[in-house]
């Protein structure tokens, strides 16, 4: 069994000492699967298991466990050997669409120069010599469009580099990596939403000493009271049964009839800490268009500007079969992909302009779950005296255990003989405690 990497990096942060709720709280675990995954982890790391006399378990890790369970498992060796990998493979997939666009480029205009050029030779030998030399057809592609070509292509970024600069844009990508970001973005900014959402409503329940009230959970929550009329959904509070679900809570009712939330698998710790720093509302980041510079942004509207021209030519010559019946090679190669290089000009400005509207809509949703959380958070910090009273209810239920190495009655880092000595010793202890306060 592979341990859980997000349990693995917790107990890293917590100085491979913990208990169930400070993994629950640090990951935004089921407490469940918190207890699940570090049972797993204590028998594959050899990790050790500390119990209170109160019954509370503390599991102890070594500061290698990483090392100890690559030695030992084959699996956990490949999967780290396919994480490099894939990563070289990625970046492969990520250049290749610009190299496709610059081969693109680069055959459409070798093709229409062949396909020119072998017009202009079937000319008569008079027409030539009057003059008319070579003809070309007029069509400007730009600017210097084909310096990406010259041997001094690493010079003229430097300059799109000063100047994005100056304008306070500089591009943290190369050209080719440019153009996949130009097509489908950089990924989604909220990835690890879940993950921050319910790690941040564990150490708000951590701060408060395991008892909270439903108000201080909702910043962290999308749609409360949206799924019923809201007046019902406020007294009900529904929202807060995947809270209690997931980190084994109960709810308590004042004898005002007020609910609050207890936790007490979250009240157990195995060292002293302070209040953690927590947002006071979940904040989903905007997509972005691109974090390209806009340098290189106009430069890849630019280059698909000029397949998409250059194909449209190109199909524009071909379309009897001529040229490509009497010349073969390269042009009836291009010929016989003519409607690949079209649609790949064409997907390569239909698909970001498709995706910027895509990206416009999404960020309005975002903006209105962002808004409607930082609501729930002004009305917590205005706190009126209804809401007052439940908090001062729930305070009533606040507390935190924590197990020191002196509050152990077993632990599995020593001799189990040896353990049943020492707690012999206390029972003796404890007798002659006993006898001598009777005899006084």
């Known amino acids: ?144 469009i084909f310096w990406i070509f010259s041997p ?52 708000v329940i951590r701060n408060e000493r395991g008892a909270v009230v439903a108000e201080q959970i909702a910043p962290y929550l999308d749609q409360v009271g949206q799924e019923f009329s809201r007046p019902y959904a406020d007294q009900n509070e529904e929202y807060m049964l995947p809270v209690l679900t997931r980190f084994n809570g109960q709810p308590e009712v004042s004898p005002e009839g007020e609910i609050v939330y207890h936790f007490p698998e979250l009240q157990a710790t195995a060292a002293q800490t302070r209040p953690q720093p927590v947002s006071a509302y979940l904040q989903e980041q905007p997509w972005r268009f691109s974090q390209a510079g806009s340098g290189q942004l106009i430069l890849a509207v630019g280059l698909g500007g000029v397949n998409l021209i250059g194909a449209l030519v190109l199909g524009s010559l071909l379309a009897d079969g001529t040229a490509a019946a009497q010349l073969g090679g390269l042009v009836a190669f291009a010929q016989s992909i ?60 606040a507390a935190e255990t924590v197990i020191g190495t002196g509050d152990l009655a077993y632990t599995t880092e020593r001799d189990l003989l040896e353990q049943n000595v020492e707690q012999t010793s206390k029972i003796d202890a404890e007798w002659q405690r006993r006898l001598e306060q009777g005899q006084n």
């Open 152 to 203: 001094n292509y690493n010079d003229r970024p430097q300059r799109y580099d000063r100047r994005s600069a100056r304008s306070g844009d500089k591009p943290k990508m190369n050209f080719l990596e440019a153009m996949f970001s130009f097509l489908f973005g950089d990924g989604n900014p909220n990835a690890n939403l879940e993950e921050r959402r319910w790690q941040a409503i564990g150490t």
């Open 1 to 144: 069994m592979i341990p859980n990497p997000e349990i693995m990096q917790a107990v890293e942060r917590l100085d491979y000492r913990v208990t169930v709720g400070d993994i629950a709280s640090q990951a935004g675990l089921n407490v469940t699967v918190a207890q699940q995954g570090l049972l797993a982890l204590a028998s594959e790391a050899g990790g050790h298991l500390q119990v209170a006399e109160s019954g509370e378990v503390v599991y102890l890790f070594p500061q290698n466990f990483r090392t100890v369970l690559r030695n030992k498992s084959l699996r956990l060796q490949l999967q780290e050997w396919w994480s490099k990998v894939w990563k070289v493979l990625f970046y492969l997939i990520r250049i290749s669409f610009g190299i496709v666009l610059l081969a693109s480029i680069a055959l459409i205009a070798i093709t229409i120069f062949f396909v020119v050029m072998a017009a202009n030779s079937s000319r008569d030998d008079n027409d030539r010599d009057s003059g008319g030399g070579i003809f070309l057809p007029n069509i400007w592609f730009g600017p210097d």
């Open 338 to 397: 003519y409607w690949v290089l079209l649609g790949y000009g064409t997907a390569f400005l239909a698909l970001p302009l498709l995706r910027y509207f895509w990206v416009q809509w999404r960020n309005g949703k975002i903006n209105a779950r962002n808004e409607a959380r930082q609501q729930q958070a002004m009305q917590l910090n205005q706190a009126n005296a209804k809401l007052q009273g439940k908090l001062a209810y729930a305070q009533q239920f």
